[in-house]
C-alpha cells in the first residue's frame, strides 16, 4: 500500500503507534494492528496486519508516506523518488502473488500518475531489446485511456523524464538502456528550462489532442455500429412481423371456415326410444348446449308462472 501524500487530506486509517498499537473498523469487521516502522530520510515505512475479524484470517501489509512531494508539482531531485521505488520494488509489492498495490495520493492522477508513469517505462526498458520503439507520450496516452488526466502538469512530465534517466543509471537490471536518453536535455539548468515547459506543455497538449481523436473515432466506430445493428433489427422485426401477421390470417381463416361449416346432424342413437337417450347426450360434444337449452327451459317456466300469478291477482 504506497501512499505519497504531503498534506493531511485524509482521516487516518492506520494506528498512530504513539497513541494505540491497533486501529478497529467495526462496520466491515476489520483490524489493523501496528508491527514496525522504519524512519527513511524522505518517507516512512510501516508494517502492518490486517485481519479479518470473522475469519480470523490475517495478511501483511506494508505502507508508504509522508513522502516529501508538493501537490501539482515535483520533488527538486529524482533520487529520493527512485529510492522509494526500488523500497517498493524489493518488498515484492508489485508481486502478482501478493495482489495488485494502492496507490493513491489526492486526486490520484498527478503524484501517482507519475509514480506509474515511471515505474511502467523503467519495466518495458528492463524487458525490450529495442528501447527505440519505447515512447513515453504512448505510453502515457495509453494509461490516460484508462485513469483521465493522469500528469497534470509540464513539470510532472518534465520530472518523470528526469526519473527515467536516473533510473536507467541506478538500477542494475537496466544498465544496458543507461545510453538511451540524453541527460543534457534535463540538467536544471534555468537557461533551458522554460524552453523545456514550453516543449513539455505542448506535448500535453498533443496527448490531449490524440486521447480526444481517438475517442471521436471510438465514437464514430460505435455510432457506425449501433446504425447496422440498427438495420439489422428492423428487418429482423419486420420479418417477425410479417411472420405473425401471416400466422394470425391463417387461423382467421380457419375460423372462418369452421363457421361456414353446416353442423352436423345428430346421432341417430339420441332419438331412440330408451332409456339411454339422456345419458347418450350428456356424454357427447352436444352436452353443453343441452345444458344451456334446459337453463332456459326452466327459466323460461319460472318466469311464466310468475307472470300468470300476478295476471290472476290483478283480475
Known amino acids: 500500500m504506497n501512499v505519497l501524500c504531503n498534506n493531511n487530506k485524509c482521516w487516518l486509517y492506520y494506528p498512530d503507534y504513539e497513541n494505540d498499537s491497533e486501529l478497529c473498523f467495526d462496520e466491515v469487521d476489520l483490524k489493523v494492528t501496528f508491527v514496525s516502522e522504519k524512519q527513511e530520510d524522505h518517507y516512512t515505512q510501516r508494517r502492518f496486519e490486517l485481519t479479518n475479524l470473522l475469519t480470523g484470517e490475517a495478511r501483511p501489509i506494508i505502507h508508504w508516506s509522508d513522502f516529501d512531494w508538493p ?29 495488485a498495490p494502492i496507490l493513491h495520493c489526492s ?69 544496458q538502456s543507461e545510453d538511451l536518453f540524453d541527460e543534457s536535455d534535463f540538467d536544471g539548468s534555468t537557461e533551458s528550462e522554460n524552453e523545456d515547459d514550453t516543449k513539455l506543455s505542448t506535448s500535453l497538449e498533443n496527448i490531449n489532442y490524440e486521447l480526444k ?65 339422456i345419458l347418450t347426450i350428456l356424454m357427447t360434444k352436444y352436452r353443453r348446449h343441452f345444458f344451456i337449452g334446459l337453463i332456459a327451459l326452466v327459466t323460461g317456466s319460472v318466469f311464466l308462472y310468475k307472470f300468470v300469478r300476478i295476471n290472476d291477482r290483478t283480475h
Open 213 to 277: 481523436k481517438r475517442a471521436e473515432l471510438r465514437k464514430n466506430n460505435s455510432h457506425s455500429l449501433q446504425t447496422t445493428n440498427d438495420a439489422e433489427t428492423s428487418l429482423r422485426l419486420r420479418d417477425e412481423r410479417l411472420k405473425r401477421n401471416e400466422g394470425i390470417k391463417k387461423k382467421i381463416d380457419e375460423m372462418k371456415a369452421k363457421l361456414d361449416e353446416k353442423p352436423s346432424s345428430l346421432p341417430s342413437s339420441l332419438f331412440n326410444n330408451n332409456n339411454s337417450s
Open 107 to 175: 486526486a490520484g492522477i498527478g503524484r501517482s500518475g507519475t509514480f506509474v508513469l515511471v515505474d511502467s517505462i523503467l519495466k518495458m526498458l528492463a524487458h525490450t531489446d529495442n528501447p527505440n520503439d519505447i515512447s513515453l507520450i504512448e505510453v502515457l496516452a495509453h494509461i490516460r485511456t484508462q485513469r483521465h488526466g493522469l500528469i497534470q502538469t509540464a513539470e510532472q512530465l518534465r520530472f518523470s523524464y528526469m526519473a527515467i534517466v536516473a533510473g536507467l543509471k541506478e538500477l542494475d537490471e537496466m544498465e
Open 71 to 99: 501537490d501539482h508539482g515535483a520533488p527538486s531531485s529524482p533520487e529520493p523518488f527512485l529510492q522509494l521505488l526500488c523500497d517498493v520494488r524489493h518488498c515484492g509489492a508489485f508481486d502478482s502473488r501478493f495482489g
